[in-house]
Every structure is written in C-alpha cells, then in structure tokens.
C-alpha cells in the first residue's frame, strides 16, 4: 500500500504537471495572440514595414483602415449602382431608337408603295409631292 508521504509525492508532482500544463497553455494562447497582431500589423499598409508598434497603435490604424476601406467600398457601390441606371437609360434609348428606325423604314416602304401607285393612277395634275423630314411624303391638295 501507498504510504502517506508516497501519496503526498503523487499530489507534488500532480500539482506540478497541472502548472506546468497550464503555464505551457498560456505561453501558447499569447504566442497565438503576438502572432494575430503581428498578422494585423503586416495586413495594415500604413504599418507595413514597421517592426515595433505597440498593439494600442496597431488596432488604432487597422479600425482607421477599416472604415477607410468601407467609405470606399461604399463609393464603389454608389458607382456601380449609378453606372447600371445608366446602362438601363442606354438601353431604353437603344429600344427606342430601334422601334423608330423599324417604323421609319416601314414608313418610307410605305410612302414608296403609295408614289409608285399614284403615279401610275394620276392623271390630273391638281396634286403636288411635298417630301418632310425624315423622308416621309404626303399629298397636299392645291387648288388653280
């Protein structure tokens, strides 16, 4: 059987590997924490090649880069949506213009037709061509 001093020499060195554990714990998690702002540091381009900062200093300049970086993202949006109403105004533009050239094309079709055919009807002189804009043609009735 264990004697009472054996039993206090297991609690020594059970007290021992629990410090020793958690010191190792510790020394690892600020390890973690030096490596993070280290990364924060070399992430920040107004601390880029600065080998000493303090860490008040470092997340001072990376909340200033943050919001630095969210009014310019924030630019970018307002341009990419002011670029898509623009587009949108572009192509209603285009349609429109392309729904006119299509009916001004069906029209001076037309016009020929209706020339062609007077011309072959005509035989009074009491109508006169008269050619508008956009080579569109009407009739006018002129009285002698």
């Known amino acids: 059987m264990l004697s009472d001093e054996d039993d206090r020499d297991v609690d020594v060195?059970?007290?021992a590997e629990k410090r020793a554990h958690h010191n190792a714990l510790e020394?690892?998690?600020?390890?973690?924490?030096?490596d993070s702002f280290s990364s924060l540091r070399n992430s920040v381009p107004s601390l880029h090649g600065e080998k000493v900062a303090s860490r008040a200093q470092i997340l001072?300049?990376?909340?200033?880069?943050?919001?630095?970086?969210?009014?310019?993202?924030?630019?970018?949006?307002?341009?990419?949506?002011?670029l898509k109403r623009q587009n949108s105004l572009l192509g209603a533009q285009i349609r429109?213009?392309?729904?006119?050239?299509?009916?001004?094309?069906?029209?001076?079709?037309?016009?020929?037709c209706i020339i062609e055919s007077d011309t072959e009807s005509s035989s009074d002189g009491d109508e006169e061509?008269?050619?508008?804009?956009?080579?569109?043609?009407?009739?006018?009735?002129?009285?002698?």
């Open 96 to 112: 429109t213009l392309e729904k006119a050239k299509k009916s001004a094309t069906f029209h001076s079709e037309l016009s020929k």
């Open 27 to 34: 020394r690892k998690r600020r390890d973690h924490i030096k």
């Open 129 to 144: 061509m008269v050619t508008q804009p956009q080579n569109k043609s009407k009739k006018l009735k002129t009285a002698h």
């Open 13 to 15: 060195e059970s007290d």
């Open 60 to 82: 001072k300049k990376a909340s200033d880069y943050i919001l630095y970086m969210k009014k310019k993202n924030n630019s970018h949006q307002q341009d990419i949506h002011d």
